[in-house]
């Protein structure tokens, strides 16, 4: 009766311990199943200090591998985690390197000027550069200067006398009295062989009276030079080299 009363017991706690067993009867055949059960709940299969480290390194509610398409839906519902698709990469390989927004007007002026420079005083005056450059009003009228030339000198009563200085070959001389004279003249100018008058040994003028009438004239402005011209008094002491008088002039290279 002991012996039955504890082979209740045990095969109690082995069902209770299974969850889904229970033994009912007593004997012999009963004893075995007990004992089966008792066997398998008191030496249960091995768990190995290595299936406890993997065991701890799963995840609560880990599942199997996912595929590619879950992955990508998992990844893109998280914040700031846009997809990168072909187009967009597309478009990135055609940005420049440092490229930014629209420049400003300034902007620009600056990026411009840091790769253009502005011309020099020497190209300027001489006008021979090829190369695109900036021009400011100083090189404006620096180069107007080389090619432009006022200035005023004073009869000698000589038949040749040289007006330098001008710092050009003009190819336009045109001379007039700053107080007026008392022949009528107004205008005198002279012209290259390029333009309406021949220029010979003699040299011949252009001359204007007041009344605006122009006949040639020979023995005047006789010669344009490499860095200004030659009048003469005509031999009589007259414009536009009259002695004492002063004289205005335009030249233009």
């Given at each position: 009766?002991?012996?039955?009363?504890?082979?209740?017991?045990?095969?109690?706690?082995?069902?209770?311990?299974?969850?889904?067993?229970?033994?009912?009867?007593?004997?012999?055949?009963?004893?075995?199943?007990?004992?089966?059960?008792?066997k398998?709940?008191?030496?249960p299969?091995?768990?190995?200090?290595?299936?406890?480290?993997?065991?701890?390194g799963?995840?609560?509610?880990?599942?199997?591998d996912?595929?590619?398409?879950?992955?990508?839906?998992?990844?893109?519902a998280?914040?700031?985690?846009?997809?990168?698709?072909?187009?967009?990469?597309?478009?990135?390989?055609?940005?420049?390197?440092?490229?930014?927004?629209?420049?400003?007007?300034?902007?620009?002026?600056?990026?411009y000027?840091?790769?253009?420079?502005?011309?020099?005083?020497?190209?300027a005056?001489?006008g021979?550069?090829?190369?695109?450059?900036?021009w400011?009003?100083q090189?404006?009228?620096?180069?107007?200067?080389?090619l432009?030339?006022?200035?005023?000198y004073?009869?000698?009563?000589?038949?040749?006398?040289?007006i330098?200085?001008?710092?050009?070959?003009?190819?336009?001389?045109?001379i007039?009295?700053?107080a007026?004279?008392?022949?009528g003249?107004?205008?005198?100018?002279?012209?290259?062989?390029?333009?309406?008058?021949?220029?010979?040994?003699?040299?011949?003028?252009?001359?204007?009276?007041s009344?605006?009438?122009?006949?040639?004239?020979?023995?005047?402005?006789?010669?344009?030079?490499?860095?200004?011209?030659?009048?003469?008094?005509?031999?009589?002491?007259?414009?536009?080299?009259?002695n004492?008088?002063?004289?205005?002039?335009?030249?233009?290279?």
């Amino acid at each position: 009766m002991a012996a039955n009363k504890r082979l209740n017991e045990l095969t109690t706690a082995a069902a209770l311990a299974a969850g889904n067993l229970t033994i009912i009867g007593q004997g012999t055949n009963a004893f075995k199943v007990a004992l089966s059960v008792l066997k398998t709940f008191i030496n249960p299969v091995p768990f190995t200090a290595a299936e406890q480290t993997k065991l701890s390194g799963i995840e609560t509610a880990a599942t199997a591998d996912q595929s590619d398409a879950e992955i990508k839906t998992a990844y893109e519902a998280n914040t700031d985690t846009n997809a990168f698709d072909d187009a967009a990469q597309t478009k990135l390989a055609g940005i420049e390197t440092a490229a930014t927004a629209d420049q400003t007007d300034a902007e620009v002026e600056t990026a411009y000027n840091a790769q253009v420079g502005i011309v020099s005083q020497g190209d300027a005056e001489a006008g021979t550069a090829t190369v695109a450059e900036r021009w400011t009003p100083q090189r404006v009228r620096q180069a107007t200067s080389a090619l432009v030339k006022t200035g005023a000198y004073t009869g000698d009563g000589e038949t040749s006398q040289g007006i330098t200085g001008i710092g050009f070959p003009p190819k336009y001389v045109r001379i007039w009295d700053r107080a007026g004279t008392t022949d009528g003249t107004s205008v005198v100018w002279h012209e290259t062989a390029n333009n309406s008058v021949t220029i010979n040994a003699a040299g011949f003028s252009v001359k204007s009276d007041s009344n605006g009438v122009m006949t040639w004239e020979t023995n005047q402005i006789i010669s344009l030079d490499a860095d200004g011209f030659t009048v003469d008094d005509n031999g009589a002491d007259e414009d536009p080299n009259k002695n004492t008088r002063i004289y205005q002039y335009l030249a233009i290279g």
